[in-house]
């Protein structure tokens, strides 16, 4: 396996273990070692379910048996996409206990994403939720499945409106792979496995039309959450609310459930991040922390000016995912009286933290700082020297949990690694004295619309692809509300110029995702371009916010 991903050097890996960055245990282990030390504690609530550690515990290992018994094997990856209901989390850590891979898949995914999953990593296994309108239905992915030469299984959740077969009967219910309780029932038998070895794969925001996948290690995974919950105040007292995707890396590890697990406390799952449903829960349950992307912050406080909902409880709400602006993060502590922390992060690796201590004016005017000591960061500038503070570049890092190479890139990409093994992260920063990051643009070609990316040459390959359409360029634009709005520029010569109904209808019907459907479609008589003859993107955006 360990050719499908580059490793640490070992003098770094031994490094980060005589430290105590990375522990013996692995991603399974930490809710075992809950459920001994604190067995009735309880550990997941969701819907109208309540587990202690041990109930979790063994529901983990009934399915982990049940999936054994398919059989799927160690090592091998199976596609995960679920949402937020206790499934999810069971699924992830019973797969990690036979030492399977999740792929964690967002629930916004098409089905165009879901077929190139599958294909770079070879899935062995599908396990998803019942059919969602015509998005990724149980139908669509049966098709996906049984096109995929690699697919064994497919696995369908139970739940509301379940359309419960996929139509070619090898569809199995994630029910029926829970292995029956007798009090005798042995775990299944734990494969041998590292705390080096692949404990998840993730998807990368992309730049590019392939989706890319990171490879993150059971050490590194688990340090980043322990060390996550540590700055952000979680423990075993702690609440924790996830109403973001669970499947995004910010809800997972930062310090989301798993951090959240790795020090006892509780995790609440959010059906949806609206308001209304999420002050409930936090009345009901006494939530003390949940995480946010800057597009739901304005909502939540508006919610919270109108609401009768006691939201005592809550002590820190964290933004992360894509810019916070300032006036916004002003108003976060007084509106829900608690503190207020951004996260700067990606699933890469690199987390950075406000900290709950920090002034109020750091807090709301930068991104935060890297969680560990041994997280190595340098903002260069575009011949890669090093900058002096205050001055921005972009931002290349290194670290205990920070990916080293793409999941079964053909070769090391100089586009995103250095020679020395230092992730170019895309993102430009300055960086005080002090060592704290303000986020200030992006290098990369990629769109962040209210924190779900956009890879824009994938956009502009399908908007290429239309009657007449001759050049494309897709651009995020700053958007008050969306952070940033995403603007495709057609050069269509000799005909009509596509409306965006046209272009949404291409989109989907090419299996896009919805929110990479443009916001915007604007005819343009040529796009600028660079030397080299590539679109000059800087120049587009320049003219754009000009005009
Ligand atoms: C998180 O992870 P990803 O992988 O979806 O996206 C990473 C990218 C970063 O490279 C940066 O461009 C942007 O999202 N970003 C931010 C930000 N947090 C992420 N840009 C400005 N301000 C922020 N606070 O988005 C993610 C993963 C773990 C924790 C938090 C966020």
Known sequence: MSQDWPRRPERLARHYREQGFWE???????????????????????????????????????????????????????????????????????L???????????????????????????????????????????????????????????????GPGGDRNGGDGRTLLWDSLLA??????PSPDAPERDPDDLALLLLSGGTTGTP?????????????????????????TAVYLAV???????????????????????????????????????EREQVTISALVPALVGPWLDEARRSTRD?????VVQVGGSRLDEATARRVGPTLDCRLQQVFGMAEGLNNYTGLDDPEDLVCTTQGRPLSPADEVLVVDEQGDPLPAGVAGELLTRGPYTLRGYYRAREPDPLRFTPDGLYRTGDLVTRSENGDLT???????????????????????MLMGMPGVRGAAVVGLPDPVLGERSVALLVVPERECPTRDEVREELLGRGAAAFKVPDEVRRVGRLPLTGVGKVDKKRLRLELTEA
């Open 311 to 315: 939201l005592s409880s809550l002590k």
């Open 24 to 94: 013996d245990g692995l991603l399974d282990g930490l809710l075992r070692e809950q459920a001994a030390h604190r067995p009735r504690h309880p550990a997941l609530i969701s819907g109208g379910e309540r587990l202690t550690y041990a109930e979790l515990d063994a529901r983990v290992d009934r399915l982990a048996t049940g999936l054994a018994g398919l059989p799927l094997r160690r090592g091998e990856r199976v596609l995960v996409q679920l949402p937020n209901r206790t499934e999810y989390v069971v699924t992830v850590f019973a």
């Open 212 to 236: 890319k996948l990171i490879p993150r290690t059971h050490a590194d995974y688990r340090y980043n959450a322990r060390a996550s919950a540590e700055v952000s105040g979680v423990d075993e």
């Open 439 to 461: 986020v200030v643009g992006r290098v990369k070609d990629q769109i962040n619309r209210a924190g779900e990316k956009i890879a824009a040459v994938e956009v502009e390959e």
């Open 180 to 185: 029956p309780t007798t009090e005798s029932s």
């Open 96 to 158: 990690s206990r036979i030492g399977a891979v999740p792929i964690l898949a967002l629930p916004a995914l098409g089905p165009a994403d879901l077929e190139s999953l599958v294909s770079i990593s070879d899935a062995a296994a599908m396990i998803v939720a019942p059919g969602r309108g015509a998005r990724a239905s149980s139908t669509v992915t049966a098709k996906i499945a049984s096109a995929a030469p690699s697919v064994r299984h497919l696995v369908v959740t139970g």
């Open 244 to 282: 973001l995707p669970v499947a995004h890396n910010f809800t997972m590890v930062s310090p989301g459930i798993v951090g959240t697990f790795a020090v006892g406390g509780t995790v609440v799952l959010g059906p949806d991040p609206s308001p209304t449903t999420a002050f409930e829960l936090i």
